[in-house]
């Protein structure tokens, strides 16, 4: 691929070799840029065609101190010519802006990987404050690696003497320059950064200039110097036929929330406050008010939620978005929703807990909150996407089962979903689903008078008729005390209370859900590998893995927690052995153990951070020989 | 019993909600549920009041909707043939903001309590009233808890022995106007439950206000804080104590052909309102009601005249100012942003950067 950068270097000296895939780190301190540096050679990628798959990790601190390990940002893509699953268990290139991100990262590049170093922050000072004792690029600690040192500050401050632009301002375009010297390494294409930055610094022509040239001085260096003998290319991916974008989780959860107004012909009130790793929904879904979506950031958690049940009592769709701690905070709103029986949608991206936890880091720990955590007998459906691009279609089909069955719905989406990204391939708008419903217009008592039930329920969905303000003839009352069946007027009555309850949870059984796909090439699988949510990707590419060694194992993986699929039960029984991962302490394991009584096998961390793919596919090869988890 | 007509420009509080030429009566807002107040109870006269009051505003009966928390009081919803809901404790506001936010068509009204309201509800009360939701918050004062039988609330006299305060309660109590006047609420008015008068009034006033309108109603408890406010009732006693307000008049009280032997005065030097004997400060001297100030602090020091002890009591329109409401706004941007920008799905799933793989 050509790009003409203005230069007359050539680099026809340098060996070009091809690979299928590829893992780069990005690391630096938190001010260096390394999500912006990420999410611009990710677009770049994507651009190319390659399939992809993208992982942030990020300190809560928004800038700790300078230079310090807990400082480290850091961003990590996997492209490939193939279709990939996770963003890749270690990186292949890292990039490290300072010290403090070469220690913190260093260990995790693979043997014989490329180290790209920024050798302006080796500095003694640097190096002591992360307890460095001896400049590592100078030992031969780093001799596994191919370490390619380069001057970063010095040489972007170089390319921008003539800008005018200040020395500390100029330093700053290093990432760019960083940027600039992978995208020769790897042949990306250059057009987008380039245009993504006059865009982004519309109102500041000369940083936009500053960056751009940065940027191809980095590109220029790999080209003219002699440091790096080879490029590498990676071929577009062959996925399936169509368009496609890239997409964060959030971002789809979003779009998923604006497309779900428009097909169920409802304005959108989402009502929420502000949370890590749920706040980019909120910032996206405010840009959208011409979707007849309207935005509440509320003065907190628990009115947050109130305004979204008060907006669908009045016939909106009602949201409402939040970490694990929010809905400790919703929970007695979620249950007066299951209490009156209303639609309503929230969304927890999980982080790590208990309390405030690890904010920034992922995990998947609420299932059993959003199960069980609500005083009473208080049934919620659960969807959960597996990956970002299943955000979208995940939040059409909790709107659906929330307009059917009149229930709030939880959707479980995890920090790594959140800010992870890969490429989506978008729907034709026409061929997504219609989820439009009907308000009741008329008196339904069933003795024929002129009263209205509300606690009058469908026969085929237990659905209570969805009755909003301003419908002449159907004025009533609902609240959080207990209802007649039927009626819907208070009751104490003991057999009354018993059996809303037992209707209100069968409502929620009742439900209808698509059966679990299993995933088993050989056909003649004795493990079953199940998980759900995000460990979709490593569990996929652990199974691979297994696979390519000659070895047999089955996947499957749950979209809905609640109600399961109804061929569960079946596809449990079918195998021998059954193993869970989760990044909890078992927590879908202890509930598949109760429900269908399987001696399943749980396999859990809870380190903050995803299953490497390396890491299941010994658990499941363990298991496949006879052994138990690990 | 029309709303005082302040002179400012705006929107009413119920434009927007649709009226009827259907003769409506006190019964046409009464619900088929027995009413399971205490006999006594403070409540059924402020249900009564508000039961005779709603037909006169004309409006569709499904357009109007009653919102409430936790607490006695907050079973008025069930008692109303209009849409209502009994939410969670302390909550209703939030529940009606977003009940507010997305319809425009309704007339929303929140009936709180003491507890419900400043304990556990605090925050909502007062975001929503910062905001300026286009609501009406009745809020019952009865300084007691009743629902779980007799423990002091945040309004409660200091050292009220209670079954939870044996020795004597050691808060300071709120004063809910002044609270409501810190948040810059932009109505906030005062009514006793014997005065239906009064009451309906304040109501009519309330309800033609364009924003988050308070009104605190003290209510009596027979069970649990019997006769809290009976000085405020009896005759010779009431005369005394109670301030009424009247837009553009002067403040002035205690019985008698001449408009009262007591009048409201401002110190010169501190800006504090005081009480003091007509014939000693002169007419002249007299502060006159003006609720439409922008300014909060002449409603606050109006609202200091009042302490618990109820020697004072301040009943009437504090403040009532044009302000926008968060809920017009919020509509307002949508509409905006409507006429901006086409609701193009297809181009919103696309974005800016697409790429396409044939086969």
Not at chain 1, 69 to 76: A, M, N, R
Not at chain 1, 193 to 217: G, H, M, Q, V, Y
Not at chain 1, 550 to 565: C, F, I, Q, S, Y
Request: hydrophobic fraction near 40%.
């Amino acid at each position: 691929m050509s790009v003409d950068l203005g230069n007359d270097a050539s680099s026809g000296d340098t060996e070009v070799r091809k690979l299928d895939r590829v893992v780069i780190r990005f690391a630096g301190d938190s001010g260096d840029g390394m999500q912006l540096t990420g999410d611009r050679f990710t677009s770049e990628a994507a651009a190319f065609g390659n399939d992809l798959a993208t992982q942030p990790n990020f300190p809560a601190e928004i800038r700790a101190p300078q230079g310090t390990l807990p400082g480290v940002s850091s961003f990590q893509l996997h492209f490939a010519d193939y279709d990939i699953l996770t963003p890749g268990d270690r990186p292949d290139v890292l990039v490290a802006m300072n010290p403090a991100a070469l220690k913190a990262n260093v260990a995790d590049l693979a043997a014989g990987g490329i180290l790209i170093v920024n050798t302006d922050e080796f500095t003694k000072r640097n190096l002591t404050k992360v307890g460095y004792e001896a400049n590592p690029l100078e030992g031969d600690s780093l001799s596994q690696y191919q370490v390619h040192e380069v001057a970063m500050a010095t040489l972007t401050q170089g390319a921008l003497a003539e800008t005018g632009l200040g020395k500390k301002d100029a330093e700053r375009c290093k990432n760019m320059f960083a940027l600039g010297l992978l995208s020769w390494m790897y042949h990306r294409p250059t057009e987008g950064t380039e245009r993504f930055l006059r865009e982004k610094f519309a109102k500041k022509p000369d940083l936009a200039e500053a960056n751009i040239l940065a940027f191809r001085s980095g590109w220029n260096y790999g080209e003219t110097t002699e440091a790096f003998a080879v490029t590498y290319e990676v071929a577009p991916a062959k996925l399936a036929a169509g368009t496609y974008r890239q997409i964060t989780g959030n971002t789809a959860l979003a779009y998923g929330i604006v497309a779900a107004g428009q097909q169920s012909k409802l304005p959108v009130v989402l009502g929420t406050y502000p949370i890590t790793p749920a706040s980019d929904i909120l910032h996206e879904l405010s840009k959208h008010k011409n979707f007849g979506v309207t935005t509440f950031q509320a003065e907190d958690e628990i009115a947050g939620i109130g305004a979204a049940l008060g907006a669908a009592y009045g016939g909106a769709l009602g949201i409402t978005t939040t970490s694990g701690p929010g809905i400790a905070l919703k929970s007695e709103t979620i249950g007066l929703a299951v209490m009156t029986e209303l639609p309503l949608i929230v969304i927890d991206v999980q982080r790590g807990g208990p309390s405030t936890g690890l904010p920034t880091k992922t995990e998947q720990a609420d299932l059993l909150q959003a199960m069980f955590g609500r005083n009473g007998e208080a049934p919620v459906p659960i969807v959960a996407p597996c990956s970002p691009a299943d955000c979208f279609g995940v939040v059409l089909e909790a709107t659906r089962i929330a307009l059917t069955y009149r229930t709030p719905v939880m959707i479980l989406s995890d920090g790594a979903i959140a800010n992870g990204s890969e490429p989506w391939l978008i729907p034709d708008i026409s061929e997504l689903p219609d989820i439009s419903v009907t308000f009741a217009t008329e008196p339904n008592a069933p003795d024929g008078s002129s009263e209205f039930w509300p606690y009058l329920r469908d026969p085929d969905t237990l659905a209570r008729p969805w009755a909003v303000p301003g419908t002449a003839g159907l004025e009533h009352r609902i609240g959080g005390l207990e209802k007649a069946d039927g009626k819907g007027s208070i009751s104490y009555d003991p057999d009354n209370h018993d059996k809303m309850v037992r209707l209100r949870a069968a409502k929620i059984a009742g439900i209808t859900v698509p059966d679990v796909v299993v995933d088993d090439p050989s056909g003649e699988a004795s493990v079953l590998a199940i998980g759900w949510g995000s460990t979709f990707g490593p569990i996929g590419a652990a199974a691979r893995r297994v696979r390519a060694k000659g070895m047999k194992v089955a996947t499957a993986h749950l979209r809905h927690l609640n109600p399961l699929p109804g061929n569960l039960g079946d596809v449990l029984r079918r195998y021998e052995r059954v193993v869970i991962p989760e990044m909890n302490l078992g927590q879908l394991a202890m509930i598949l153990r109760a429900t269908y009584l399987v001696d399943a096998i749980s396999y859990t961390k809870v380190a903050g951070l995803p299953f490497k793919a390396e890491e299941l596919q010994g658990v499941f090869t363990d298991i496949i020989e006879g052994g138990g988890a690990r | 019993m029309t709303a005082i007509d302040l002179g400012l420009p705006g929107i009413g509080g119920l434009d927007g909600v649709p009226t009827t030429d259907e003769k409506q009566t006190a019964k046409s807002y009464k619900s088929d549920q027995e009413v399971r107040w205490c006999p006594g109870c403070g409540d059924y006269a402020v249900l009564a009041a508000v039961q005779s009051f709603m037909p006169t505003l004309g409006l569709k009966r499904e357009n109007v909707v009653f919102v409430s928390g936790i607490g006695c009081s907050s079973r008025f919803p069930y008692y109303m043939d209009t849409y209502g809901v009994h939410s969670i404790h302390g909550r209703a506001p939030a529940f009606a903001t977003g009940l507010a936010v997305s319809r425009p068509d309704l007339s929303v009204w929140v009936v709180t309590g003491d507890g419900d309201a400043l304990s556990i509800g605090g925050n909502h009360l007062i975001h929503s009233l910062r905001r300026n939701v286009n609501l009406k918050i009745l809020l019952f004062n009865n300084r007691i808890y009743g629902l779980t039988k007799g423990q002091y609330s945040p309004t409660s006299e200091t050292g009220k022995i209670t079954k939870s305060t044996p020795m004597g309660s050691l808060d300071n109590p709120f004063n809910p106007v002044s609270l409501a006047l810190g948040a810059e609420a932009s109505f906030v008015a005062r009514a006793i439950d014997s005065d239906r008068k009064q009451l309906t009034d304040v109501l009519a006033q309330a309800a033609a206000h364009r924003g988050t309108a308070l009104v605190e109603i003290y209510q009596n408890c027979p069970i649990f804080n019997d006769g809290a406010f009976e000085v405020l009732k009896e005759p010779g006693e009431r005369e005394r104590r109670i301030i009424p307000l009247r837009h553009g008049e002067p403040i002035r009280f205690g019985g008698g052909d001449d408009g009262g032997e007591y009048g409201v005065v401002r110190d010169q030097a501190t800006g504090s309102l005081q009480v003091r004997k007509v014939t000693e400060v002169g007419e002249a001297a007299l502060v006159v009601h003006d609720a439409s100030l922008s300014d909060p602090s002449y409603a606050f020091a109006l609202s200091r005249l009042t302490d618990s002890s109820l020697a004072h009591t301040v009943t009437g329109v504090f403040r009532s100012v044009d302000r926008p409401t968060y809920d017009d706004e919020a509509r307002a941007q949508v509409r905006q942003a409507k006429q901006a920008k086409p609701a193009d799905l297809q181009s919103l799933l696309n974005g800016k950067d697409t790429w396409t793989v044939v086969r």
